[in-house]
């Protein structure tokens, strides 16, 4: 099927991008997670720069490693199911529930990510709007 994304009012279309983003991640120092892209794309009238989707699910009793995220990187996140554990720099540890966000800024420290439950899954999505060469999103810290 050849479908086409068009704009009337400016004359513009394209092809929808036909490669899929779903790429699995593996931390090192992670428990019971998987990280997976599930989306990418540039972001108009932003040369350089672009937004990226990130679900991250977590099973009971599941973390991951502190971490940094490139130096870019803005990131909004949001839990769309169960609880997570989080702190950010200095921050206090925090639980979010299913439907609270956060907002993490360039440069910040994710010292806790974390399931909150021990018997229960939890998923958080994240959305990067990241610099386009920066093609590693999460670095663990050194131990």
Not at 17 to 39: C, F, M, W
Not at 87 to 96: A, D, I, R, S, W
Request: include cysteine; hydrophobic fraction near 30%; charge should be positive.
């Amino acid at each position: 099927m050849n479908r086409w994304l068009c704009r009337p009012w400016s004359g513009q279309c394209r092809r929808p991008s036909t490669s899929s983003p779903d790429r699995e991640v593996t931390l090192s120092g992670a428990k019971n997670a998987k990280v997976t892209q599930v989306y990418q794309r540039a972001l108009p009238g932003v040369p350089g720069k672009s937004i990226k989707g990130v679900l991250v699910e977590y099973g009971p009793g599941g973390y991951s490693p502190s971490h940094t995220h490139a130096k870019s990187a803005i990131i909004y996140a949001t839990v769309i199911e169960g609880s997570v554990r989080m702190q950010v720099n200095e921050g206090p540890e925090v639980t979010y529930q299913t439907g609270q966000n956060w907002t993490e800024m360039p440069g910040d420290h994710h010292r806790v990510s974390a399931n909150a439950s021990q018997t229960q899954p939890a998923k958080i999505l994240a959305v990067f709007v990241v610099d386009d060469v920066d093609t590693e999103l999460t670095i663990p810290d050194q131990r």
